[in-house]
């Protein structure tokens, strides 16, 4: 299921090019500074899910703020129901290139198949939302804890190919181990769509098991954009 597949988004204004280019000008002279700069999507410990807004598509996953491991993180659960969290903030991606967070899932969704309707369920996903000038071209990269695709692989959501489903992770191997990411989201953009991205518009996550009625559980860490990877 496309995060966005339901009217829970406004649509958006394209930014002007001039726009555009100054901002990239800004992104490269960061860069040549030698310059960190991190935008903080979420804080869960100092500011619980402020900012967050439940988007409820088929049942309802359950979102809690709890300590593990020494620290405060979200933990979803899920059962036939699919819901999500969404941060909707404005930034460039040519100046906040590097997505990092991290993520535990309890086992990946059995019956989850990523290029079936009936299957398309996952335990853990994190999705960057891009908005188009009218609602159906707004994109959305989607990346999944993937039940049997190949960590590494790409492919359209299986109800829209304006979202792309890349596998982070997958199978059940590292489930109980929290595991920390980043993401080079220009660059993952250009490949998946063949384009430069323009601005992008909010930040979700989502522990989905509408399509196959079965349970998921997941835990997410802090989420940072960056101008700089790691």
Same mark, same amino acid.
């Given at each position: 299921m496309i995060f966005n597949r339901t009217k829970s988004f406004q649509t958006f204004r394209l930014r002007r090019k001039s726009l555009t280019l100054f901002l990239a000008f800004i992104a490269v002279s960061t860069a040549a500074n030698g310059r960190t700069e991190d935008l903080a999507v979420s804080r869960f410990e100092l500011?619980?899910?402020? &900012?967050?807004?439940?988007?409820?598509?088929?049942? =309802?996953?359950?979102?809690?703020? =709890?300590?593990?491991? &020494?620290?405060?993180?979200?933990q979803a659960t899920s059962h036939a129901a699919a819901s999500g969290l969404v941060?909707?903030?404005?930034?460039?991606?040519?100046?906040?290139?590097?997505l990092r967070w991290s993520w535990k899932i309890k086992d990946t969704i059995k019956d989850g198949t990523e290029n079936t309707k009936a299957g398309d369920d996952y335990a853990a996903r994190l999705y960057v939302v891009f908005p188009g000038?009218?609602?159906?071209?707004?994109?959305?990269?989607?990346?999944i804890w993937a039940n049997h695709l190949p960590k590494g692989k790409s492919i359209p959501n299986a109800y829209t190919g304006q979202a792309m489903m890349v596998a982070v992770q997958s199978g059940p191997a590292l489930a109980g =181990?929290?595991?920390?990411?980043?993401?080079?989201?220009?660059?993952?953009?250009?490949?998946?769509? &063949?384009?430069?991205?323009?601005?992008?518009?909010?930040?979700?996550?989502?522990t989905d098991t509408d399509d196959t009625g079965m349970s998921a559980v997941a835990w997410y860490g802090d989420i940072v954009l960056s101008t700089s990877p790691r």
């Open positions: 500011e619980g899910l402020s &900012g967050w807004t439940q988007k409820i598509f088929k049942g =309802q996953t359950y979102y809690r703020l =709890q300590e593990d491991d &020494g620290r405060v993180v979200v941060r909707e903030m404005k930034f460039s991606p040519a100046v906040y290139r590097y000038r009218f609602f159906w071209q707004t994109r959305a990269i989607n990346y =181990q929290w595991i920390n990411e980043e993401r080079n989201i220009w660059a993952d953009y250009k490949v998946l769509f &063949g384009e430069e991205p323009e601005e992008a518009a909010a930040i979700a996550i989502m």
